[in-house]
């Protein structure tokens, strides 16, 4: 294999939590008077970190989100996962191809610590996390399309920009990747290829990105 690390998104490419977060995220935002539909969510914050949310509010409307958004929207969130959360289909597949081959692999999320592993306790992913593979966006200053949070991961992992491959689903975490000076494989099962410009390949099902890592 030409990459000696995978770096993993983690909503929407190891757990199909997209669908659930970005409905409640525009159910709340239209709740506190910011009309917001579902696919305008999936648009402005898909792949992002929450301070985006806050940031594009104020700066649409002047007006700031109540100070226990954040709080808010993680617990109904995880209420969410709690009831509907499972792993994108054949995710396992290609976490165990790569055991089997042995090739370092790491999750670097816009996500919070929390998050990440609410999500991997409910959907059985943690078997396959240690703890220092699992990177937020609250380990560094800029989150995505900063290409900060993926350089970290190189680092902690030990492996250098150029012989990592980022796997991602969001036009913000794309851009991040590129600017790390990494392969990134767009996975186009919720968004566009053509949103997704830049990237290495894209593929829509899983099994054709262990072809890819092969």
Aim: aromatic share 8%.
């Amino acid at each position: 294999m030409r990459y000696e690390l995978v770096i993993f998104d983690n909503d929407g490419v190891l757990v199909d939590s997209e669908p659930i977060s970005n409905t409640i995220l525009a159910e709340y935002l239209t709740e506190l008077g910011h009309p917001t539909t579902y696919q305008e969510s999936l648009r402005d914050y898909m792949g992002a970190a929450v301070h985006r949310v806050h940031d594009l509010v104020e700066e649409r409307t002047g007006e700031k989100l109540p100070a226990d958004f954040d709080a808010t929207l993680h617990s109904r969130i995880f209420a969410g996962f709690e009831r509907e959360l499972v792993p994108v289909p054949g995710v396992e597949d290609v976490l165990a191809k790569l055991v089997a081959d042995g090739i370092p692999y790491c999750v670097a999320s816009s996500g919070s610590h929390e998050r990440i592993r609410v999500g991997h306790r409910k959907t059985g992913l943690d078997q396959w996390f240690e703890e220092e593979w699992i990177f937020s966006a609250e380990d560094v200053g800029h989150g995505k399309p900063a290409p900060d949070l993926f350089l970290l991961a190189a680092e902690r992992m030990g492996v250098a920009p150029e012989r990592c491959v980022v796997i991602e689903d969001s036009p913000l975490g794309v851009e991040a990747a590129r600017a790390a000076g990494m392969d990134v494989y767009g996975f186009t099962s919720m968004m566009p290829a053509d949103r997704l410009a830049g990237v290495t390949g894209h593929f829509s099902d899983m099994s054709q990105l262990r072809e890819l890592l092969a």
